[in-house]
């Protein structure tokens, strides 16, 4: 199977070219035909799959074929979770868009930054607008677009759309849009909620399954949550609770982390021990028994530390501070999902760190999803110089006494806080 087989113009075969993919994804091929005859399509895949241009080479072939917007009109939505996931996609239409003689205007809006460059981006309409719901429903109440003659919508990452509380947002949105288009909708997995929202919202839709790519081992769940990193302790203790883990290895950099860490836990109720290469053997033995056994719900770890270890019924991993290198993070995260159990392994990623969690992600050719979870959302908008705090001799910076203020906010959602909201990172 090629790509000139697929159905495709030429403006779009030469920016497939090149970016050097020699054939079409199972994806792609599954769904490309299928969205340019114009039915509804629901299609099961993974990022990686090559999702994106399933959806986007065909729309941007209907959309070529179709009026350009006036007024406000905007002619394909796309609906994403994320702010990451957004810009991502609106940078792979650009490209893949460019060999058009009149390339289509692409826009993309979220959340968390000004309203306003968005509002005047979209006089004059929009060929393809690429959103997060909260700031779609946003720009709608500001009479910024209209989705009246819009003919294509996607949402990407159903499943995520919902884990993350959309569906109010999603149900107003659909209200909104004309009953006559076509519609796709792309997850990763099919829980209830996705089923009832791909049967409200498709019309006799083709599904498009695919197996799930060949597993990078075991079975894996990688999460990745954005904190500021004076609040990690504080989420880390709410992610304990809040989802009853029995078990979690929880790796730092230093042994003063571990230390300094689990005491933190403790004081806030948990039962949590340090495990790190200072320690008497003997001292370590108990520590990783009592772990074990369950006498102890949180074990702070160094990689050191926590080489070889090996603990059945490990469901969760948390990299509290990143590993330093990519080889690192397959080692720690292989610390659960042992023996064909299921695993989670969560990474705090914080705006000093991003970049580095970047690379990690490159060396494995990985493009997670970033989450945020309620009452923790970053405040620090960009990478400051020093990791946390100031230095002896230097006087604070205003950035320092930000992060200060940040660090001892009880309310995430101080008002305010609300100017500096947190930017995007890429
Ligand atoms: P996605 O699943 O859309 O996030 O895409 C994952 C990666 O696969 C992106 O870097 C795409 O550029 C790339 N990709 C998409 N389609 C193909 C293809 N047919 N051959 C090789 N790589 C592809």
Known sequence: MSFTSLGLSVPLLRAVAERDYAAP???????????????????????????????ALPMLELLSARSRPHGRIVRALILVPTRELAAQI???????????????????VYGGVSINPQMMALGGGADILIATPGRLLDLLD???????????????????????????????????????????????????????????LLRDPIRVEVAAAPATAPDIQQRVIEVDAPRRTQLLRHLVQENAWPRVLVFVATKYATEHVA??????????AALHGELSQGARTAALADFKAGKVQVLLATDLAARGIDIARLPVVV???????????????????RAGETGVAISFVSAETHAHFRLIEKRHRLELPREQIAGFEPVVTDAPALSTGGVKGRRKSKKDKLREAAASMNKPDNPSLESRRFRPWR
Do not use: C
């Not at 609106?90 to 993309?108: C, D, M």
């Open 319 to 337: 990299n509290y501070d990143l590993p330093r290198s990519a080889v690192d993070y397959t080692h720690r995260i292989g610390r659960t999902a």
């Open 263 to 272: 005491e933190k836990l403790r004081k806030a109720g948990l039962t949590a």
């Open 90 to 108: 609106g940078e792979a239409i650009r490209r893949y868009a460019r060999y058009f003689p009149a390339p289509p205007k692409t826009l993309v």
């Open 142 to 200: 500001h009479n910024a677009l209209s989705l009246s003659a819009m003919s294509i919508l996607v949402l990407d990452e159903a499943d995520r759309l919902l884990d993350l509380g959309f569906s109010a947002e999603l149900n107003r949105i659909v209200a909104l849009l004309p009953a006559r288009r076509q519609s796709l909708l792309f997850s990763a997995t099919f829980p209830a909620s996705v089923q009832a929202l791909a049967t409200a």
């Open 25 to 55: 994804t199972p994806i792609q091929t599954g769904a490309i035909p299928a969205i340019l005859r114009g039915g509804d399509v629901w299609a099961s895949a993974q990022t990686g799959s090559g999702k994106t241009a399933a959806f």
